[in-house]
């Protein structure tokens, strides 16, 4: 079983009504069926707001030394062990490399999806090794700090670390569908839901993002988005033992609603 299921948090967690109410208004209107593009056509999901800018604030321009004295060292003490404040550009795979990466991702895809036998649990572990990297080696730290913080139980600590990997790497999904799974943790279902559907823009395949989603809007009392969510999950990863569960669980509530 992979890292990452360890964060779709499936239990019934408490949320404060107001977290619910403003996300049921900001997106429970406008979403529409949150379904993997790979599997079914799915209309758009909302853009997601950029809430946490980043500004490149200017240094100002320092005065020319005295005439005849040497201009002194202005070069920044950069803290190469801090990335969260001084992240190196990611690094840019080449062409070759990301088509290699995305053949890599097809055929696992397809053998996460064979219904029996075991080879499965292999490529899940596959998926989620290619999913956690960014192609940079200063977002890949970022990305670690903000798992060991949500390990810990420090959300806010990790909801930091993975605003400046977003902010920097706004092309890794993974770095959205962590920052989504701390928002979760901390009740904040708005940014949590916009985090995983940015995830689906450029991962439609992310089976952990479709099955947060389910368990988020299960939550909110949208049972049909959350059947269709896991649904679209179990799609791709038939394997989802919590997933399944949940489909069941929500099947049995409709029919005894229907009765």
């Not at 798992?147 to 902010?167: K, N, Q, R, Y």
């Amino acid at each position: 079983m992979g890292w990452v299921d360890s964060y779709i948090v499936l239990m019934r967690w408490p949320v404060p009504h107001f977290h619910i109410a403003v996300a049921a208004g900001l997106f429970l209107g406008p979403m529409t069926q949150v379904l993997s593009p790979a599997i079914a056509a799915a209309q758009e999901i909302p853009p997601v707001p950029n809430v946490l800018n980043v500004q490149d604030n200017a240094a100002p321009e320092a005065a020319p030394p005295p005439e005849g004295e040497a201009a002194p060292d202005d070069s920044p003490a950069v803290p190469l062990d801090d990335p969260v404040t001084t992240p190196t550009e990611p690094s840019e795979p080449t062409a070759q490399a990301r088509l290699r990466e995305r053949e890599d991702l097809d055929g696992l895809f397809a053998e996460l999806a064979q219904p029996e036998g075991e080879s499965w649990s292999r490529a899940e572990t596959d998926i989620l090794r290619i999913w956690s990297r960014s192609g940079s080696a200063a977002m890949d730290m970022l990305y670690k700090r903000g798992e060991a913080a949500l390990d810990a139980g420090d959300t806010g600590s990790a909801i930091g670390h993975l605003t400046a990997l977003t902010d920097h790497a706004p092309d890794f999904a993974g770095g959205w569908y962590l920052r989504g799974v701390a928002f979760y943790l901390e009740g904040d279902f708005g940014p949590a839901i916009a985090d995983m559907a940015e995830t689906l823009k450029l991962e439609p395949r992310h089976f952990g993002a479709l099955t947060q989603l389910g368990v988020m809007f299960e939550e909110l009392g949208d049972d049909k988005r959350a059947m269709d969510a896991y649904r679209a999950s179990l799609k791709i990863h038939p394997h989802q033992q919590d997933a399944a569960d949940a489909v069941t669980r929500l099947q049995e509530k409709n029919e005894g609603t229907d009765a």
